[in-house]
């Protein structure tokens, strides 16, 4: 019974490249949250998916970042042309949807851009 | 969104005592809010939750109180062990199958010594 898979669990980037992301929910869970962690912060809300639906993205900045969670596969969180403040730990988070359950959270991907 | 203000940022407490974690919210739609444990590199586990229908929580030696009228919920965790050594965040959120999208404090470091 797996939890919340995120991979890579660590990614090293150079400034302009492309980081990918990715987040496996729990079996049974169809809802995928993603957080941004910044050193010594709370996790601050990017974007809320379902399958093939982004639900609400209130948090994703404007530029560079996108999330897709496909009908099949893991969910993606892209973030394009990379600079040093996207240095953060990534976490994802996945629940059943249902009104008033919990989400679980994954042990999350960090990363560093050079 | 919404801003949930969490207090001390770092607590130190002997072996056996009480730690006491407070946080305030704003948005009087949130209806859940949970209490997460978080070790260094790992991801955020749900500890406890309440929701407001409730004044207090207990599991274990983990209580949450709850005043609704002062917008204002607190973490106690009685008989501190050094293994609770860890951040631990306060959230809100307005649950439904929003529940995964949660406004989190910025964290308690707490310390527990021997």
């Known amino acids: 019974n797996a939890g919340v898979m995120q991979n890579p669990r660590h990614l090293v980037r150079r400034r302009g490249q492309e980081a990918r992301l990715r987040c496996s929910p729990m079996?049974?869970?169809?809802?995928v949250y993603w957080y941004r962690q910044l050193p010594e912060e709370g996790l601050k809300f990017m974007v809320y998916?379902?399958?093939?639906?982004?639900?609400?993205e209130s948090g994703m900045p404007k530029e560079r970042f996108s999330a897709e969670f496909p009908k099949e596969g893991p969910s993606i969180l892209r973030i394009q042309q990379v600079v040093r403040g996207d240095s953060a730990a990534y976490f994802c988070?996945?629940?059943?949807?249902?009104?008033?359950?919990?989400?679980?959270f994954g042990q999350g991907t960090r990363l560093t851009v050079v | 969104q919404q801003q949930v203000k969490q207090s001390p940022q770092s607590l130190i407490v002997q072996k056996g005592g009480i730690s006491i974690i407070n946080c305030a919210y704003e948005n009087t739609a949130f209806d859940y809010f949970p209490w997460y444990q978080q070790f260094p590199g790992k991801g955020p586990a749900l500890l406890i939750a309440i929701r407001p229908d409730v004044s207090e929580k207990k599991e274990g030696r983990f209580t949450i109180s709850f005043n609704k009228s002062a917008k204002q919920f607190s973490l106690h965790i009685m008989d501190s062990q050094p293994g609770d050594s860890a951040t631990y965040f306060c959230a809100a959120s307005s649950g439904g199958t929003n529940a995964g999208k949660s406004t989190f404090g910025d964290g308690t470091t707490l310390t527990v010594k021997p």
């Open positions: 079996k049974g869970h169809s809802h």
């Open positions: 988070a996945s629940s059943r949807g249902h009104a008033n359950t919990e989400a679980f």
């Open positions: 998916l379902q399958k093939e639906n982004i639900i609400d």
